[in-house]
């Protein structure tokens, strides 16, 4: 136990610029996104993986085939943000979700603008809205929508 | 690294290579009890040094006494004089840095702690600054105090002969 | 192998936030503790090592600072994981296995409450694709609560009876921060924070800390009465991307399970279950079925100090062997969104 002294804070605030290489494979996704395409990568096994990863997660070999994928796309599971944080990408109440765009074997994290709670439900059919500019970064797809 | 299948959609585009992903968060540092000691003693003009029972004068403290792993539980009042046991002399120019260049940063061993603190020195050429000098303290206006260490505007030589300063590790045992 | 013990266990009481003491105030008594348990001082202890994330005070090398407060003097061999607690168990585990040194002190510690503690924890996500749209730990483990309804594998009110049961278990532990007992049927009665759970389904904001000393062989049995003895220990991490993992299950923490021999019956079991379906996810896959002994401590639900909750698990399955309330645990750490990282170790007492 201590006697409180009137122990002093202060505001910390770190703040980091970061830019990042991306690679040709990281690199072409967000190529992708810049021009409005969705791209996943063809893994050992077949299945197509967003976002697409240099390497096989299963075997870790190179993986090289980029497959164009989306643009609509399914929810595969979702959770409702009632009350947005002041970073989360968009303000009003919104779902995140993984969305599994056509073509595509596994779903990727994204927010979606339904509206309500009740135009949530898994396996609803989603669309991409697209950021007016564009600089190749995750930003670029805004969120997706009903379709 | 082996050659990537593009699809035709992206033929003849440019690229991305790198991207740009920012990130700011904001904290509430809390000083905790004894560096809270130390910031209101700049305050009241003092350097407060702690020490635990049969253990060294830390000063800064955060507390513990390193070698002993307790509680430092006593604050030392310790005069504004020391000796300069190391310096370096910054010639480079650093984002945020609000000196004018080239300026000399101490480690000053104040009389009666066994930890140097970091400070400017100033009031003296680059090229005089030595291991050794006496150095004291100079503050701000009594009205400008506060609890930082910008309480001190730097040290300065004071004009004392210099005194012989022990190398590191020398007297050292365990 | 070396026959590696639990040989005593301390933590501080979990708190919203500790607004007085900096973190090497609030970590010197934990260890002092614990050394005292085993009846060591620091010269005494062969290696140590520490769990922690600068991340959450927001200053490179804070954890540096922090051994002071052990007394590193004469110099210590010692190493450090940005990783819970329970990780550095494990190093500390295998560096008692290389045979030099006999005993161990591991501690951990960390303050949620200063900084922002979602986008924090929102750093470990994927630079690229994840990180930059700053997901909160909540809505991410939301999303694998959702997966399971979808499969039948869960009901809400199954959510809401891990939740209410934690805090009522957590009424029998002075450590624990939320304590108190709301039936689960009126716990399904809350609004939910992000669809679907509910507060009561999350675990609270907590400033922590705990510490563990290992002993190896001949020298466990000298300091301590009945030690707690590691009879396996593992660890497994699953891809980084959620939609390439299966959320209803949690494939590392069975793998993790299988190569810990954790198999057969237990007196308690410790699962650090941050969310109330991850509980559910855990027994399975830990093959508890419906054990009447999970989480005694009330668990992540009750106290969530980040980089801590882990280790704890095993230092209170480690105490109740230690008392001789129980003769066989199963301990659980876990680390990363959704179950990603997850450690297991079986404890037993000599019979």
């Given at each position: 136990m201590t006697d409180d002294i009137g122990v002093l804070s202060a505001p910390l605030i770190i703040e980091y610029p970061f830019s990042r290489t991306t690679g040709p494979v990281i690199g072409a996704f967000l190529t992708g996104l810049r021009e409005q395409i969705l791209l996943g990568i063809r893994a050992r096994d077949g299945r197509v993986v967003i976002p697409p990863t240099e390497y096989d997660s299963a075997t870790g070999e190179d993986l090289t085939e980029l497959v164009e994928v989306g643009p609509g796309g399914v929810v595969d599971t979702?959770?409702?943000?009632?009350?947005?944080?002041?970073?989360?990408?968009?303000?009003?109440?919104?779902?995140?979700?993984?969305?599994?765009?056509?073509?595509?074997?596994?779903?990727?994290?994204?927010?979606?603008?339904?509206?309500?709670?009740?135009?949530?439900?898994t396996g609803m059919r989603v669309k991409p809205r697209w950021g007016d500019e564009r600089e190749g970064s995750i930003h670029d797809l805004a969120c997706w929508e009903p379709e | 690294m082996p050659d990537i299948t593009l699809p035709a959609s992206l033929d003849g585009v440019e690229l991305v290579r790198s991207v740009r992903t920012p990130a700011r968060m904001e904290y509430t540092y809390t000083a905790g009890v004894a560096t809270t000691r130390f910031l209101k003693g700049l305050a009241q003009g003092k350097i407060l040094g702690e020490r635990a029972q049969?253990?060294?004068?830390?000063?800064?403290?955060?507390?513990?006494?390193?070698?002993?792993?307790?509680?430092?539980?006593?604050?030392?009042?310790?005069?504004?004089?020391?000796?300069?046991?190391?310096?370096?002399?910054?010639?480079?120019?650093?984002?945020?840095?609000?000196?004018?260049?080239?300026?000399?940063?101490?480690?000053?061993?104040?009389?009666?702690?066994?930890?140097?603190?970091?400070?400017?020195?100033?009031?003296?050429?680059?090229?005089?600054?030595?291991?050794?000098?006496?150095?004291?303290?100079?503050?701000?206006?009594?009205?400008?105090?506060?609890?930082t260490l910008e309480s001190i505007r730097y040290f300065r030589p004071n004009g004392e002969p210099d005194v012989p300063v022990r190398q590191p590790g020398e007297g050292v045992t365990w | 192998m070396r026959d590696v013990a639990v040989i005593a266990f301390a933590q501080m009481p979990n708190v919203r936030a500790e607004t007085v003491l900096n973190e090497v105030e609030m970590l010197m008594p934990v260890i002092r503790d614990v050394r005292g348990r085993a009846g060591l001082d620091q010269q005494q202890i062969g290696f140590t090592c520490s769990g922690s994330t600068d991340y959450l005070s927001g200053q490179a090398f804070s954890f540096v600072s922090t051994l002071d407060g052990v007394g590193?003097?004469?110099?210590?061999?010692?190493?450090?994981?940005?990783?819970d607690g329970?990780?550095?168990?494990?190093?500390?585990?295998?560096?008692?296995?290389?045979?030099?040194?006999?005993?161990?002190?591991?501690?951990?510690?960390?303050?949620?409450?200063?900084?922002?503690?979602h986008e924090v924890l929102s750093r470990q996500l994927d630079p690229y694709h994840v990180?930059?749209?700053?997901?909160?730990?909540?809505?991410?483990?939301?999303?694998?609560?959702?997966?399971?309804?979808?499969?039948?594998?869960?009901?809400?009110?199954?959510?809401?009876?891990?939740?209410?049961?934690?805090?009522?278990?957590?009424?029998?532990?002075?450590?624990?921060?939320?304590?108190?007992s709301v039936s689960e049927y009126d716990l399904i009665n809350e609004e939910p924070l992000v669809d679907p759970l509910r507060k009561s389904d999350c675990p609270p904001t907590t400033d922590g800390a705990s510490a563990v000393v290992l002993a190896a062989g001949d020298r466990a049995r000298e300091l301590c009465r009945r030690p707690a003895w590691i009879r396996g220990i593992d660890h497994r991490i699953e891809p980084m991307a959620l939609g390439m993992r299966d959320l209803t299950v949690s494939?590392?923490?069975?793998?993790?399970?299988?190569?810990?021999?954790?198999?057969?019956?237990?007196?308690?079991?410790?699962?650090?279950?941050?969310?109330?379906?991850?509980?559910?996810?855990?027994?399975?896959?830990?093959?508890?079925?419906?054990?009447?002994?999970?989480?005694?401590?009330?668990?992540?639900?009750?106290?969530?100090?980040?980089?801590?909750?882990?280790?704890?698990?095993?230092?209170?399955?480690?105490?109740?062997?230690?008392?001789?309330?129980?003769?066989?645990?199963?301990?659980?750490?876990?680390?990363?969104?959704?179950l990603q990282q997850n450690l297991v170790t079986v404890l037993e007492g000599d019979s």
């Open positions: 979702w959770a409702w943000v009632r009350h947005p944080m002041p970073k989360h990408p968009l303000q009003v109440p919104f779902a995140w979700a993984l969305v599994r765009p056509d073509g595509a074997d596994v779903g990727f994290l994204q927010p979606v603008d339904a509206g309500s709670l009740e135009a949530m439900a | 049969g253990g060294k004068v830390y000063v800064p403290s955060r507390g513990a006494d390193p070698q002993l792993g307790v509680p430092t539980t006593e604050q030392v009042d310790l005069p504004h004089v020391g000796t300069l046991v190391s310096f370096c002399v910054v010639n480079v120019a650093f984002y945020g840095q609000g000196m004018e260049i080239p300026y000399t940063s101490g480690l000053i061993l104040l009389d009666g702690s066994d930890l140097p603190l970091m400070h400017l020195i100033q009031e003296c050429p680059v090229e005089d600054v030595h291991i050794g000098m006496r150095v004291e303290a100079v503050w701000v206006d009594a009205s400008d105090l506060g609890p | 590193p003097w004469p110099p210590i061999q010692e190493s450090h994981v940005e990783m329970a990780w550095a168990l494990y190093e500390a585990w295998v560096k008692l296995q290389l045979g030099d040194v006999d005993t161990a002190l591991v501690y951990c510690y960390g303050k949620s409450a200063p900084g922002p503690l990180a930059p749209l700053w997901p909160d730990a909540i809505s991410l483990a939301a999303l694998q609560a959702r997966a399971m309804l979808d499969a039948g594998k869960a009901r809400e009110e199954d959510f809401c009876e891990v939740a209410a049961r934690s805090r009522r278990n957590a009424m029998n532990n002075p450590n624990a921060q939320l304590a108190w494939a590392s923490t069975r793998l993790a399970g299988t190569k810990a021999g954790a198999t057969g019956t237990y007196d308690v079991a410790e699962l650090h279950a941050p969310f109330s379906h991850q509980e559910l996810i855990l027994r399975e896959a830990l093959s508890l079925g419906d054990h009447g002994n999970v989480n005694p401590s009330g668990g992540a639900l009750a106290a969530n100090p980040v980089m801590v909750a882990g280790l704890t698990r095993i230092g209170e399955v480690a105490q109740r062997i230690m008392d001789g309330t129980a003769t066989r645990g199963v301990a659980h750490a876990t680390s990363g969104p959704c």
